[in-house]
């Protein structure tokens, strides 16, 4: 099965706090997007903000060709939010509602066992 993406354009209310942005379900935004590759958001996104102007984000996820992402979106909401910065450039950060997946990068804890010693403390 192929990798999909789904892009829809989030819905910003200036007046409360400017850098919040709704993640609208993709069959109710005012645009959404469905492409086979990542990259193919950016030209859309450059696209977006000639139609709707330079201060948009959206959130975009991915999911497996034949995977309800209807469901996924609402149930979990879509990882990732574009948000255009001046000079054009685009930024992509995960989105900070979302669940953290993975595990972390750190080494080992050192528990008393196993810490060095140190005298005079």
């Not at 879509?78 to 992509?92: K, N, S, V, Y």
């Given at each position: 099965?192929?990798?999909m993406?789904?892009?829809a ?103 008393d ?9």
């Open positions: 099965m192929s990798q993406w789904i892009m354009l989030g819905e910003r209310d200036l007046d409360d706090l400017p850098n919040y942005v709704e993640d609208v379900h993709p069959l109710t935004a005012r645009a959404s997007v469905l492409v086979d590759d990542f990259a193919e958001l950016f030209p859309i996104f450059k696209g977006w903000r000639q139609t709707f102007g330079d201060d948009i984000a959206t959130y975009a996820m991915s999911f497996e060709e034949g995977e309800d992402w209807r469901s996924k979106w609402a149930d979990y909401g879509p990882p990732f939010r574009l948000d255009h910065i001046p000079g054009g450039w685009i930024q992509i950060r995960p989105d900070t509602d979302a669940e953290p997946k993975g595990r972390a990068p750190s080494a080992p804890t050192l528990d066992s196993t810490a060095p010693a140190v005298e005079g403390v």
